[in-house]
């Protein structure tokens, strides 16, 4: 088989698991989320199914407010909102990350949109906070938003924390 | 040298054991408030996910703390097993968390849990007895306090009971159980507390009991209600008692009503009264003494 027909190959390939994926790519770019204004993105929920929609208002190329819609808050505002798609959970979780040490509310609303996230990975960053994190406050934010995440592994978490010695 | 280099080792090891210590007592206290939060969030939570951790720190070795949180977690769960568990503690806790969980109870506020409390009260100990009272007060369960003070054949159970309708402002259980039991210093005292000052007025012009009228009296110028200086001058007025008369001043005294005292002074003819009621101006610290001692030295009273 010719190199040419290989190549056809996995183009073809690589287009079927695109198709696959739905009409809609998954976004990426949340690391250059610098320019001023409210950014939107959505990434699969802890509910399953569903979606979480994420908000995030930029100011000097830093976010001062992080807002995910719900049971907790409403939505944001209603005027302009960039909107960045469908974006992965780690995507997502790796951005919001960088901000669980901020003071003021950022840190702990950033703490609140990785628990709204589907997956063991949002899940695993809030018990490695509760285990090892040297700022107590941080750890009791981490444990109030797992058990407000409602997933039956952070009660399964909960469970085993309040009752281990 | 040998000696003194085992010295500093021992020294060492003695300082790096208390660091340990501290640390691991730190450690104990960073997993409590940690398990504290993680309960505290449950209240959050849907019962159904909630309920069985929270039972589970109930039922587990932890400490009085953390159960005494959980039993208020339970207090805000709205389920039935939330009110049964609460209920099965307050019936059979031990210490602390018995009278922690009839607390609960009153908080929670729920009418079955509620209910239970009259059997507790009858069958408890006097720790109990109060933790059932201060429960209704929480719940302000008006009749549950009124009904103790109704049938309770002790005396401090009737003035503690009055006194917690007197923290609710019940005055209507107040005033029926003057009716119902007669006055008494307890409910004198529940009157001032919920600033009642129709049922004194009732009791100072009661003379059926004179000590009782008296503290009354007195009562009624502690509360200070719009006109008691004017039922406070009519009685002044009224009696031939010394004592009576007595109570009054002392009321208009401690109501500050020097305007009523210095209107008793002019129009009193008796010089010994008049010297008693200058005494009562000048101990009120009234503005009208200087002008009361110069009509005096004047002649013109």
């Known amino acids: 088989m010719s190199l040419l027909i290989r190549m056809r190959g996995l183009i073809a390939f690589a287009l079927m698991i695109a198709a696959g994926l739905g009409n809609e790519t998954i976004a990426s770019g949340l690391i250059a989320l610098t320019e001023d204004g409210w950014h939107t993105w959505r990434v699969p929920s802890v509910e399953i199914p569903g979606e979480e929609r994420i908000y995030v208002l930029m100011r000097s190329g830093e976010p001062t407010e992080i807002e995910v819609p719900g049971r907790w808050c409403n939505t944001p505002h209603d005027g302009e909102v960039i909107d960045l798609g469908l974006v992965t959970t780690d995507e997502s979780i790796d951005w919001l990350q960088q901000y669980i040490r901020s003071r003021s509310d950022l840190g702990s609303d950033a703490l609140a949109a990785i628990s709204r996230h589907a997956g063991d990975r949002s899940l695993n960053v809030l018990i490695e906070i509760v285990e090892s994190d040297s700022d107590h406050e941080l750890r009791e934010e981490a444990v109030f938003w797992m058990v407000l995440s409602e997933s039956d592994a952070a009660f399964q978490y909960i469970d085993r924390l309040i009752m281990n010695d | ?301």
């Open chain 2, 1 to 301: 040298m040998h000696t003194r280099l085992k010295l500093i080792v021992v020294l060492l090891a003695l300082i790096t054991a208390s660091a340990g210590v501290a640390q691991s007592s730190q450690t104990d206290q960073d997993k409590e408030d940690l398990k504290m939060a993680a309960l505290e969030a449950l209240m959050h939570a849907p019962s159904e996910q909630a309920l069985p951790i929270v039972i589970k720190v109930l039922n587990g070795d932890n400490s009085d703390d953390l159960k005494e949180g959980a039993l208020f977690i339970l207090s805000q769960i709205d389920h039935p097993d939330a009110t049964a568990t609460l209920l099965e503690f307050a019936r059979s806790g031990d210490g602390d968390l018995q009278l922690e969980a009839i607390r609960m109870i009153g908080i929670n506020g729920e009418n079955e849990a509620m209910a239970g409390l009259i059997d507790l009260y009858s069958a408890g100990d006097e720790d109990v007895r109060e933790a059932v009272l201060e429960a209704y007060l929480i719940a302000d369960d008006v009749d549950g306090v009124f009904n103790i003070a109704m049938t309770t054949q002790s005396e401090d159970e009737y003035e503690e009971a009055v006194t917690i309708l007197a923290a609710m402002d019940a005055h209507e259980a107040l005033s029926k159980l003057r009716e119902a039991k007669g006055p008494s210093d307890a409910l004198i005292t529940a009157y001032i507390i919920s600033d009642n000052d129709a049922e004194l007025r009732i009791l100072a012009l009661d003379g059926s009991d004179t000590e009782l009228q008296i503290e009354a009296i007195q009562a009624l110028g502690i509360v200070g209600a719009n006109d008691a200086d004017t039922v406070l001058v009519e009685i002044y007025r009224s009696t031939d008692s010394e004592d009576i008369k007595e109570a009054a001043l002392e009321g208009l005294l401690i109501g500050d009503y020097d305007d009523s005292v210095l209107a008793l002074y002019r129009a009193s003819n008796n010089v010994a009264e008049k010297r008693d009621l200058l005494e009562v101006l000048v101990v009120m610290d009234s503005d009208s003494v200087m002008e009361v001692i110069e009509e005096a030295l004047a002649g013109d009273q």
